[in-house]
């Protein structure tokens, strides 16, 4: 059993690490580590007396306010409605609001309509997959592996649906952390709580390391940086080679932070609960039931083939380990270390049949190899011959999902391997043994570790710490990335560095002012996420001001609200949303949808498998690491392979050229333009408004709609004097009955119109 208390504090001239009691020193160099701003307690500031006091519609409001008067400068006039849904909807969604929603809303004139209609956008399941999405860029989410082979990971999107469900189910964020860091130990008989571990175990993997020593402590570095990133904007990665060169964190405070994920396996072979199985598991056993059925003569070939060589085979797969880890893997279970546990566990998880199948190849096929066995020849042609008669049956195959779950385990022992500080960062050079401990910049509560039978209970302790409310950092971090979703740029504005070599909050009272708030209204994202969206600031038009960009050039007083160009995900679900396509379906395995004939990634990008597959949300399209979704991969999704805290904004040729010649987006125009037909009628004008109510909730104005009708004119005469060599196909609306009359030529050069528009920066942006 293990019992520990610890505490790390850092003065100016040295770092002291305790790892057993609180020192007279490490007392006195407290206030040391306590003078930056970020690891101050977090106060409770007083609402700001501001002169425009009817401004002010929410606390917020006083603290951005008083800043703007500080500069003799005025808040913006209210944005129209319709701008501000489209801006609401976008932001709480990810997609456009429908004509109808717009006009409700602009109609509605009772006092409690911004209310009614910000209510409505957080209780739909459109906020969970919004807000779930911006979280999976931090959990480095993929439904792959990485490295060479990339492999899938087909348990991976219940962790997806779990963030959507938590969201969508308002979570107290406490829980939420303690859930991801932990679930495992705190609700061990919590199957969601299981899941929830996802986060942690996420990372990029490669299953063919032959260092297995190596590869735990590259899964341990990865969780240590993803920890201190997400929930603390903490930069600790900086100090595993060295100490932290801009903040007072050394690299033994790393390792001590590493030692918290020193017992920490993951299993992706957990059986799915009896009782909590979806209609996707279902799906899944009835599929992969009538494959095992019509495949098991084959497959019993197949295993009695493999079956023969099976030992032979597992003791070559073995040797091929380096040293370290043969020691361990060839080690008595009796006599392993808890290290040994580890990686005989991890052998055991990544040992797969098609090790043995590489082995009977080698025998057989390598007349120069040591391994070369006359008697495997026949074997191996009968393998073969039975492989390509299973391939027959690929059809029959579940083509995503699993009857399992992944989450991490402690392998039922409380005991840890060792955690070494390395020189320099190197695996191979360990140095002195260190116990769990958080940095003492950090500051916040005591680290208390209290092990079971089955657990270390380290993780336990450090999740307890993050989401404690005591924690002057977790609910800074949070609120002040929750502010950049909604304003484009944090009140810090490197909002995965809290550290000296990050920037100061433009606004610390109400930075502080969110956090205490979010603290005491029981960690709950919607209740923070309502007060910014029925603040006056967020209700600002976005309109250029001279006067505020001579005295504010970066708007960081916010006199201005801040446009933003759409996220990848923002652009595709809204084009397939505005075209009346878009497939409804909240969570289920992830989807492949259709990508260009010649990507070339072979097996590592399916067919779809399903109509509909082509037309869901992008947070369920496949995330391979390797082979990125082209479609959406111009406009700066984040990057799975480590965690994403910003989207890039950049601007690129690439990026019009993509909607241009997509003809998926070609595609949806062409679906966009039958459903505007349909609803306006033929009247040329009331299409235009239709078109432009859809994708920017605004009609167009006269200069707009002369300059559409001018396109339509010239376009139609293009395409005429093409079709008339009858060599040219025009393209036309598509969804329209055949009673519906159009004069082909008009509707083909509609169809061009839609495009084009969609192609805009006003569909683009979030104004």
Request: net charge neutral; aromatic share 10%.
């Amino acid at each position: 059993m293990i019992a520990a208390t610890v505490t790390a504090v850092a003065d100016d001239k040295k770092l002291i690490a305790d790892d057993t009691k609180v020192t007279p020193a490490t007392q006195a160099s407290a206030s040391a580590a306590s003078k930056s701003w970020a690891y101050l307690p977090i106060t409770n500031p007083t609402e700001p007396s501001v002169k425009q006091k009817n401004w002010v519609r929410t606390p917020i409001d006083a603290f951005i306010l008083a800043k703007l008067e500080e500069k003799n400068l005025k808040p913006s006039a209210d944005a129209d409605r319709g701008t501000y849904i489209r801006r609401a909807t976008l932001d709480a969604w990810g997609i456009l609001p429908s004509p109808e929603e717009v006009k409700a809303f602009q109609n509605d004139k009772s006092p409690q309509a911004y209310e009614k209609l910000v209510d409505r956008l957080l209780a739909s399941p459109h906020f969970g997959e919004r807000q779930g999405r911006r979280w999976l860029d931090l959990a480095r989410y993929a439904d792959s592996g990485g490295f060479q082979n990339d492999v899938t990971r087909p348990n991976n999107w219940r962790y997806r649906d779990y963030v959507i469900k938590a969201f969508n189910e308002d979570k107290p964020f406490d829980r939420f952390i303690q859930e991801q860091i932990a679930g495992d130990e705190l609700f061990p008989t919590d199957q969601e709580a299981k899941i929830a571990t996802g986060f942690l175990a996420g990372y990029p993997d490669n299953p063919n390391s032959r260092d297995l020593v190596q590869r735990k402590y590259e899964i341990a570095t990865d969780m240590t940086d993803l920890v201190g990133e997400t929930f603390l904007a903490a930069t600790i990665g900086c100090a595993r080679c060295h100490n932290h060169k801009a903040d007072k964190v050394s690299q033994k405070e790393y390792f001590q932070l590493q030692a918290f994920f020193a017992n920490t396996s993951v299993d992706e072979k957990v059986p799915l609960a009896k009782g909590s199985e979806t209609l996707w598991d279902e799906k899944y056993q009835k599929q992969q039931a009538a494959y095992r059925e019509a495949t098991k003569d084959i497959r019993a070939k197949q295993k009695a083939i493999l079956d023969s060589i099976r030992d032979v085979a597992y003791k070559y797969h073995k040797e091929r380990y380096l040293t370290d880890s043969r020691e361990a893997i060839f080690k008595p279970e009796s006599e392993w270390t808890p290290l040994d546990r580890w990686v005989n566990f991890r052998l055991k998880s990544v040992t797969t049949d098609a090790d043995i199948v590489a082995f009977l190849k080698l025998s057989a096929e390598d007349k120069d190899s040591a391994e070369f066995n006359a008697d495997n020849i026949p074997k191996w042609k009968e393998y073969e011959k039975l492989t390509a008669e299973l391939k027959k049956f690929d059809k029959l195959k579940p083509a995503s999902g699993s009857n399992q779950i992944t989450t991490l385990t402690e392998l039922n022992h409380p005991d840890s391997p060792a955690t070494n500080i390395r020189f320099g960062g190197i695996h191979e050079r360990p140095t002195d043994e260190v116990q769990p401990a958080t940095p003492a910049l950090w500051a916040g509560p005591k680290v208390e570790i209290k092990p079971t039978e089955t657990s270390s209970g380290r993780r336990s302790a450090l999740a307890a710490w993050i989401a404690s409310p005591e924690n002057p950092l977790t609910a800074r971090v949070l609120v002040n990335r929750v502010w950049a979703q909604y304003f484009a740029t944090g009140i810090v504005s490197t909002v995965s560095d809290f550290g000296r070599a990050g920037q100061k909050p433009t606004n610390p009272e109400l930075l502080d002012y969110l956090a205490s708030n979010f603290i005491k209204q029981g960690w709950s994202v919607k209740k923070l996420e309502r007060e910014i969206l029925l603040s006056s600031v967020y209700r600002q038009s976005s309109e250029e001001r001279k006067d505020a960009l001579k005295v504010d050039p970066d708007n960081k007083l916010l006199a201005v609200y801040p446009r933003k160009r759409l996220e990848a995900e923002e652009i595709r679900d809204s084009l397939l949303f505005a075209s009346g396509e878009i497939v409804d379906i909240v969570g289920g395995p992830a989807v492949f949808p259709q990508v260009p004939s010649n990507l070339g990634a072979g097996n590592l990008w399916q067919e779809p498998s399903d109509p509909s597959d082509l037309k869901r949300r992008s947070i369920y399209t496949f995330v391979r690491r390797s082979v990125p979704y082209p479609l959406t991969q111009t406009f700066d999704p984040a990057d799975p392979s480590h965690a994403h805290a910003k989207r890039d904004v950049t601007t690129t040729p690439l990026q019009a050229l993509t909607l241009f010649n997509s003809d998926v987006v070609f595609g949806w125009s062409q679906a966009l333009a039958g459903r505007v037909i349909r609803e306006a009628g033929n009247n040329e004008t009331a299409q235009l408004n239709k078109l432009y109510e859809v994708l920017f909730a605004r009609e167009p104005n006269k200069a707009e709609a002369a300059l559409l009708k001018q396109f339509l004119n010239s376009d139609e005469k293009l395409i005429e004097g093409k079709a008339s060599n009858g060599k040219f196909e025009v393209a036309l609306p598509t969804g329209l009955t055949a009673k519906t009359p159009i004069n082909p030529i008009r509707a083909a050069a509609f169809v061009d119109l839609v495009h084009t528009v969609a192609n805009s920066n006003d569909f683009a942006y979030r104004f």
